[in-house]
């Protein structure tokens, strides 16, 4: 059974840094891109970052891009979004999402075969 299972949400203020993780099953960590989305309240859901299989090529949301870090552990079969210099716009259910369809930047919400249940990040001012 595939899983992907974020871990590392919270409350934290403007200029904080929080960073999440996401524990994928080895079957789909092995074989899938990996990336993160992020869903405000009351929008829809978008990208925020994507890694290669290798983790040779990295993709930003251009919103994030010099504040976010995509990385992954294919030994621990775990991806990793660290955030510095948060802003209360950065708030949001953040989600793990694994794509079969090779890398590309951004990467589309309707290429992703599997989404993690999500975790919730909350900037405050």
């Known amino acids: 059974q595939v899983q992907l299972v974020e871990s590392g949400g919270g409350l934290v203020q403007a200029g904080d840094s929080l960073r999440l993780s996401c524990a994928a099953s080895?079957?789909?960590?092995?074989?899938?891109?990996m990336g993160w989305f992020r869903q405000a309240p009351g929008k829809e859901r978008e990208f925020v970052a994507t890694?290669?299989?290798?983790?040779?090529?990295?993709g930003y949301a251009d919103s994030v891009k010099g504040r976010f870090t995509i990385s992954r552990d294919n030994a621990k079969n775990t991806m990793y979004l660290q955030m510095n210099y948060l802003k209360p716009e950065d708030t949001a259910v953040y989600y793990c999402?694994?794509?079969?369809?090779?890398?590309?930047?951004?990467?589309?919400?309707?290429?992703?075969?599997?989404w993690g249940k999500g975790t919730l990040v909350t900037v405050s001012s």
């Open positions: 999402a694994a794509s079969i369809s090779g890398f590309k930047t951004p990467m589309s919400s309707s290429s992703i075969n599997y």
């Open positions: 080895e079957r789909v960590f092995k074989s899938y891109t």
């Open positions: 890694i290669m299989l290798t983790g040779d090529r990295t």
